[in-house]
């Protein structure tokens, strides 16, 4: 992992390596608490943010260059972009992390998608309730999630129930494009009655 790190530092400003260096002890954590090897998690955490910094053009290059599809809804929403790009790049770049798992979870970290797998939904969580956030329903989040681990997977799925909601509600105030696979990842929890 130190050769990792060393080099994604390289990629990325000293906020965003921060915010990763964050969410990957996030991960650490959320894998003991729920008993999983986090091996392949931690290294999504890692991974998670690779093309955040890099312009949409380039996003997009990147991710026809490696037959990565693109469809309508990356380009209607740019803050997602990212996440169809770096597992693009992990495949370029980092091949040796290029797992079916990792790629699955870095891709779904930022809209979150139907029927998440523990690892998307945990790397998801801690992207959204790390400690450097200062949102104020980042916090709220992180609060709600350690105030009650006495059913963890419970906890987990209403914690990201209502960060999904949080995300409708803002998009919807700033009248911004929905990206359906949010949409997806709220019904998919509305279904199962997390609250």
């Known amino acids: 992992m130190h050769k990792l790190k060393e080099s994604i530092s390289k990629r990325m400003s000293e906020y965003r390596y921060l915010h990763t260096l964050s969410v990957a002890r996030e991960c650490e954590r959320l894998a003991e608490i729920f008993g999983i090897d986090g091996k392949l998690l931690i290294t999504s955490a890692y991974l998670h943010d690779i093309t955040k910094e890099m312009t949409v053009d380039e996003q997009t290059e990147l991710c026809r260059s490696m037959g990565e599809k693109l469809d309508e809804y990356a380009i209607l929403s740019p803050k997602t972009l990212h996440s169809y790009s770096a597992p693009a790049l992990i495949k370029r770049d980092y091949p040796e992390f290029a797992d079916p798992e990792v790629l699955s979870t870095v891709r779904c970290h930022t809209t979150g ?21 200062r949102f104020e329903e980042c916090k709220k ?6 105030s009650d681990l006495s059913d963890p997977r419970k906890r987990l799925d209403s914690t990201i129930f209502l960060s999904l909601k ?15 696979e949010t949409v997806k990842a709220y019904n998919s929890l509305c279904k199962i009655g997390v609250l």
């Open 113 to 133: 998608k139907e029927n998440m797998t523990l690892p998307e939904k945990l790397l998801y969580l801690a992207d959204y309730i790390e400690p450097t956030r």
């Open 141 to 146: 989040l992180r609060e709600f999630f350690y």
């Open 166 to 180: 949080y995300t409708l509600y803002d998009l919807l105030a700033k009248g911004e494009f929905i990206h359906p």
